[in-house]
């Protein structure tokens, strides 16, 4: 297990035009899915946001994407060793994606990606880890390929699908989503 993982759903959801986080998958909205996927590997699941019914832990950098929400987890949990983040609008993002991530972190503690994907990904949270997003939010830098590279985040190999990597950010992406699911 992973001591701690987040949702990343505090973003404004422009390209979709409504929240996606509340959008319906599965008799759940995608916020409960990705919760309860995330619940069957950390012993504790926040959302990084503000959603009434969660555990939350609101931004302390608006506007900064990603990036912005990790280093609100990090800092407000810093006395967790590390974190498994996963975008809300990932819909098709599988366990076994997220139990390789915890596997390899299991068998040597450190920050992994997949090398196809940033998301989903485990942060170990360190001092230096929060000193170098906090530098990097900053100086203005928002990307996550930065933060990762920065902090030697090692990509790892998935044996998924490409599909199951898919973040839904437009109302066609969502249609395509839903029609490659029905199939």
């Given amino acids: 297990m992973v001591p701690a993982a987040a949702v990343l759903a505090g973003g404004l959801s422009t390209r979709m035009g409504q929240d996606k986080a509340l959008l319906p998958w599965q008799g759940k909205t995608w916020l409960q899915h990705s919760m309860e996927l995330l619940a069957q590997l950390c012993q504790q699941c926040y959302v990084s946001g503000n959603y009434e019914g969660f555990a939350c832990i609101p931004d302390l950098y608006e506007k900064r994407g990603p990036l912005g929400g990790i280093a609100s987890c990090l800092n407000a949990k810093p006395s967790k060793s590390a974190w498994l983040f996963c975008p809300v609008d990932m ?25 196809d994907s940033l998301f989903p990904l ?62």
Avoid at 91 to 115: C, D, I, N, T, W
């Fill in 91 to 115: 819909p098709l993002l599988s366990l076994s994606a997220l139990e390789q991530l915890v596997h390899s972190y299991q068998s040597k503690p450190g920050s992994y990606h997949f090398q």
């Fill in 122 to 183: 485990i942060v170990q949270n360190t001092p230096d880890t929060r000193a170098v997003i906090s530098q990097q939010l900053a100086q203005g830098d928002y990307r996550l390929r930065a933060f990762l590279k920065t902090i030697q985040s090692e990509a790892l190999v998935s044996s998924e699908q490409p599909a199951v990597f898919g973040n839904v950010n437009t109302p066609q992406q969502w249609r395509d989503i839903q029609q490659l699911r029905s199939n």
